[in-house]
T-cell receptor, first 114, second 113 residues
Framework: AQTVTQSQPEMSVQEAETVTLSCTYD???????LFWYKQPPSRQMILVIR??????QNATENRFSVNFQKAAKSFSLKISDSQLGDAAMYFC???????????FGAGTILRVKS | KAGVTQTPRYLIKTRGQQVTLSCSPI?????VSWYQQTPGQGLQFLFE???????NKGNFPGRFSGRQFSNSRSEMNVSTLELGDSALYLC????????????FGPGTRLTVL
């Protein structure tokens, strides 16, 4: 069974600074997808960024980028120029190539200080 | 386009009762997945429906069931409620299966007393 581990229960970052959230996963499959989701206090889950495992190039979405290390099974999220609105719970998630089942990590609470 | 809607948003039940939660996916989306979110267990996959067929099921007891209608709307039912069923139940919809983005609804907060 696939597992996703987020080892940082909570992180803090100063506004305008950069923060990196860690995620590791375990799978025996070669084709899969990885995601970072954000869940603000309002609780609506929002997709931040996604990565196809077959792509070596790291995904980037504006201030959000990932460091995908397939061999190490690591998928970290970097948030640049942090903003107050980035404060939320961040979940790393894994999905097999087929189907829509997401396997989530435990989440990391990100606090942004002004 | 309207987002994923879930009704009701809040629900209070007592042990032993049953409950039905509803999820309306984004128009045109045919896949609906359900997740249970609790502080202790985190986000856990319940089941996935695509074209009215259950495609995948998580590791939950048979008290948890679901279905999908021809208009892609989905319902999940929990019978004989237990205190441990108190959770936020999230629904996610997508166009189909594969790499399509999944859009989450606001959730239904179920409290079992």
């Amino acid at each position: 069974a696939q597992t996703v581990t987020q080892s940082q229960p909570e992180m803090s970052v100063q506004e305008a600074e950069t923060v990196t959230l860690s995620c590791t996963y375990d799978t025996s499959e070669s084709d899969y997808y990885l995601f970072w989701y954000k869940q603000p206090p309002s609780r609506q889950m929002i997709l931040v960024i996604r990565q196809e495992a077959y792509k070596q190039q790291n995904a980037t979405e504006n201030r959000f980028s990932v460091n995908f290390q397939k061999a190490a099974k690591s998928f970290s999220l970097k948030i640049s120029d942090s903003q107050l609105g980035d404060a939320a719970m961040y979940f790393c998630a894994y999905k097999r190539e087929n189907g829509n089942k997401l396997v989530f990590g435990a989440g990391t609470i990100l606090r942004v200080k002004s | 386009k309207a987002g994923v809607t879930q009704t009701p948003r809040y629900l209070i039940k007592t042990r032993g009762q049953q409950v039905t939660l509803s999820c309306s996916p984004i128009s045109g989306h045919r896949s609906v997945s359900w997740y249970q979110q609790t502080p202790g267990q985190g986000l856990q996959f319940l089941f996935e429906y695509f074209s009215e067929t259950q495609r995948n099921k998580g590791n939950f007891p048979g008290r948890f069931s679901g279905r999908q209608f021809s208009n892609s709307r989905s319902e999940m039912n929990v019978s004989t409620l237990e205190l441990g069923d108190s959770a936020l139940y999230l629904c996610a919809s997508s166009l189909g299966q594969g790499f399509n983005e999944q859009f989450f609804g606001p959730g239904t907060r179920l409290t079992v007393l």
